[in-house]
């Protein structure tokens, strides 16, 4: 692939994952923001055992509801955020993260943390990460999330 070509694929790729723009048909183009959002199922809208608003995972849509609401995520969001519930009580350092999430190693491992960020910003007062200083990242341990792999 020639540097160009590369570069075209990155922006794409980036516009992507921000929610600016959608891949149909292998051509890029911007989102129909006046689409009514699908029917899906709701969950509770909030956890029983500590009143904090339920995180609902629909794996096969690839979609989360906090609390009942549509959650918007970007594919590396999500992704970040499956891996993490799936390993629920193992730290991963920024690089285990960039590897398996990313697929890549090739990145600044600062990259992790941007995501993790915007994870975090994106869920509000929900415990969800847990930094462990000087090491990298976990879900958790009162995070209540439920996943539907069905859905």
Same mark, same amino acid.
């Given at each position: 692939?020639?540097?160009?070509?590369?570069? /075209? #694929?990155?922006?794409?790729?980036?516009l992507?994952? %921000?929610? @600016?723009?959608?891949?149909?048909?292998?051509? +890029?183009?911007? !989102?129909d923001?006046?689409?009514?959002?699908?029917?899906?199922?709701?969950?509770?809208?909030?956890?029983?055992?500590?009143?904090?608003p339920?995180?609902?995972?629909?794996?096969?849509?690839?979609?989360v /509801? #906090?609390?009942?609401?549509?959650?918007?995520?970007? %594919?590396? @969001?999500?992704?970040?955020?499956?891996?993490? +519930?799936a390993? !629920?009580?193992?730290?991963?350092?920024?690089?285990?993260?960039?590897?398996?999430?990313?697929?890549?190693?090739?990145?600044?491992?600062?990259?992790?943390?941007?995501?993790?960020?915007?994870?975090?910003?994106?869920?509000?007062?929900?415990?969800?990460?847990?930094?462990?200083?000087?090491?990298?990242?976990?879900?958790?341990?009162?995070?209540?999330?439920?996943?539907?792999?069905?859905?």
């Open positions: 692939m020639t540097a160009p070509a590369r570069r /075209l #694929l990155e922006a794409a790729r980036e992507v994952e %921000r929610g @600016e723009a959608t891949i149909t048909g292998g051509f +890029v183009g911007q !989102p923001r006046r689409a009514e959002p699908s029917a899906v199922p709701r969950p509770p809208a909030r956890s029983v055992a500590t009143g904090a339920e995180l609902h995972i629909l794996a096969a849509s690839r979609s /509801l #906090l609390g009942g609401d549509p959650l918007p995520l970007t %594919r590396l @969001e999500f992704d970040l955020l499956m891996h993490l +519930v390993h !629920p009580r193992r730290v991963f350092t920024r690089l285990q993260l960039l590897t398996a999430v990313w697929g890549y190693e090739h990145t600044g491992v600062r990259t992790v943390d941007v995501h993790i960020r915007r994870l975090r910003g994106k869920v509000g007062d929900v415990p969800l990460i847990t930094t462990v200083y000087g090491v990298g990242y976990r879900l958790a341990d009162d995070a209540v999330v439920t996943i539907d792999r069905n859905a």
